[in-house]
């Protein structure tokens, strides 16, 4: 699976809430999805709830993080790659 971006949150998102796809899985390239949320997003969050969610300490952020260290790390069932921007 490829995304990038916002999509490359939904696929991880995806790949936590659904067993079916991520046991289906074989490799994920991720192409500037800001896993750890963007620092920039923070001063324009009251703009609308995409820009919130994307601030490095969003709730929709931390959840992410927390729920796929729980869920996957450190044993990823899946190569896994990252390429930023």
Not at 13 to 19: E, F, K, Q, Y
Request: glycine residues 12%.
């Amino acid at each position: 699976m490829v995304a990038c971006s916002m999509g490359g949150l939904l696929l991880e998102r995806a790949l936590l809430g659904h067993t079916e796809v991520s046991s289906r899985t074989s490799h994920v390239l991720l192409y500037g999805a800001p896993g750890g949320g963007l620092v920039k997003a923070g001063p324009f969050r009251f703009l609308k709830r995409q820009v919130r969610d994307m601030d490095e300490k969003s709730e929709f952020i931390e959840t992410l993080r927390t729920q796929w260290d729980n869920g996957f790390e450190p044993n990823v069932p899946f190569p896994m790659y990252d390429c930023g921007w």
